[in-house]
């Protein structure tokens, strides 16, 4: 990464306020963590040392889930 952490973190801070992101610091290297700050859509915690695997993590909208079918009642009403 070319860009001082800490840059990168205020940039992500910017771009993402449903978030909130901080730094850990792991071996000598720095990962970002950002977790949503209410419900709703989109990852609750995303942990990663690339910013942009970040970016793409919490840029990319929630798939709804499938509700499940409901199937009727054999010899009910079709």
């Known amino acids: 990464m070319n860009t001082p952490p800490d840059r ?13 992101v901080w730094l850990e610091p792991v071996h000598g290297q720095y990962r970002f963590v950002a ?13 990663t040392s690339d910013p942009a695997e970040l970016r793409a993590a919490l840029a990319t909208p929630a ?11 054999p010899g009910g009403p079709t």
């Open 8 to 20: 990168t973190l205020a940039a992500l801070r910017r771009e993402f306020p449903r978030y909130r």
């Open 35 to 47: 977790q949503r700050l209410n419900p709703g859509s989109g990852p609750h915690t995303v942990i």
């Open 63 to 73: 798939q709804p889930q499938a509700k499940p079918r409901e199937s009727a009642a």
